[in-house]
Nanobody, 120 residues
């Protein structure tokens, strides 16, 4: 099995920054070959994709976060990151890490989530 553990959430004022981390562990050698991403779910809303990064390093962002968020991963540390700048109250949500594990039949794995709250 593969486990994903997010960290780095918290309370921040509008305009501030946070960096989320997602540490992968378990039956894996490296996240190098995994496509990974960040999703978020605000209260009363559906979960939405924020950003994804392919195994080759290509990235994609939701329009609402383009130019403010940056996704990256450190294969040596088996960790995915999301740098969030110029945060807005609309960014308030639980942020989830996601991974597609090719070595386990393209198993989709989710973390437990980390709460980001942006105040005015």
């Amino acid at each position: 099995q593969v486990q994903l553990v997010e960290s780095g959430g918290g309370l921040v004022q509008a305009g501030g920054s946070l960096r989320l981390s997602c540490a992968a562990s378990g039956n894996i050698f490296s996240i190098k070959n995994m496509a990974m991403g960040w999703y978020r779910q605000a209260p009363g809303k559906q979960r939405e994709r924020v950003s994804v990064i392919t195994s080759g390093g290509s990235t994609n962002y939701a329009e609402s976060v383009k130019g403010r968020f940056t996704i990256s991963k450190d294969n040596a540390k088996n960790t995915l990151y999301l740098q969030m700048n110029s945060l807005k109250p609309d960014d308030t949500a639980v942020y989830y890490c996601n991974a597609i594990v090719p070595g386990l039949g393209y198993l989709e794995v989710w973390g437990q989530g980390t709460l980001v709250t942006v105040s005015l």
